[in-house]
């Protein structure tokens, strides 16, 4: 199952077309299904994203029965219905999981500092993190953990929706129509989850060497 799943995800184009000439229609609704879920339940972050965004955009650059307006409205509803979903399953059991003082994982302490968090940086982590996979399936649920306020929350999904995938999709329409780009799309779909599994990447060598530099001033301290 998991060589299937590896192969979905880095073989997307190929798929993405069989599917199509497959289901015609239905393909949208296929489409809305694996964007919901992606980013709507905690349990689905290994789906593709940003990738399936990108390949569906190149497709419907060379295949006049696939709109490019229906994938574009109905993608940003599943995005920004996703995320809401997912903030309401986190605000939900937020509070019936974190019920322990002594509990060192789901401690009470943990969801003030997730809530104090959203208050501050809320807004910007729900853009930056629509980007980045696996993280962006958990910000929403960790949001409705935190009791982030639901209008902003609401404001910033809307907004985080939008960009990523009107950027993502249109992005493999205009680039898609190049011949290299059209004829490599596999190798695209490469790089595109290279770049964007580089923040986290980099973000945790940062913090590694931060902590091995900050240990002999401490200790002097």
């Not at 229609?25 to 965004?53: H, K, M, N, Q, R």
């Not at 997912?86 to 994982?105: A, C, D, E, M, T």
Request: net charge positive; charged share 10%; with cysteine.
């Amino acid at each position: 199952m998991l060589e299937n799943l590896i192969s979905l995800l880095l073989h997307i184009d190929v798929y993405l077309n069989m599917i199509v000439s497959e289901y015609g229609f239905a393909t949208y609704v296929i489409l809305f299904l694996v964007i919901f879920c992606e980013t709507g339940l905690v349990v689905t972050p290994f789906l593709p994203g940003d990738s399936l965004l990108f390949a569906t955009g190149a497709l419907a650059a060379s295949n006049d029965d696939f709109s490019i307006r229906i994938l574009l409205v109905s993608l940003i509803i599943a995005a920004v219905l996703g995320n809401k979903v997912n903030y309401f399953i986190g605000r939900f059991v937020g509070p019936k999981i974190f019920h322990s003082q002594q509990s060192w994982l789901l401690n009470k302490k943990h969801l003030a500092e997730a809530h104090a968090f959203y208050k501050k940086h809320g807004g910007k982590t729900i853009i930056l993190a629509r980007f980045i996979p696996i993280i962006r399936t958990f910000v929403p649920f960790v949001a409705g953990i935190g009791c982030m306020p639901l209008k902003t929350f609401t404001v910033f999904n809307a907004l985080s929706g939008i960009f990523w995938v009107s950027s993502l999709l249109y992005a493999g329409y205009f680039l898609g129509t190049i011949p290299w780009v059209s004829n490599n799309l596999n190798i695209v779909i490469y790089i595109i989850v290279a770049v964007s599994l580089l923040p986290p990447i980099l973000t945790f060598i940062f913090q590694k060497i931060k902590s091995i530099f900050m240990k002999p001033a401490d200790k002097k301290q």
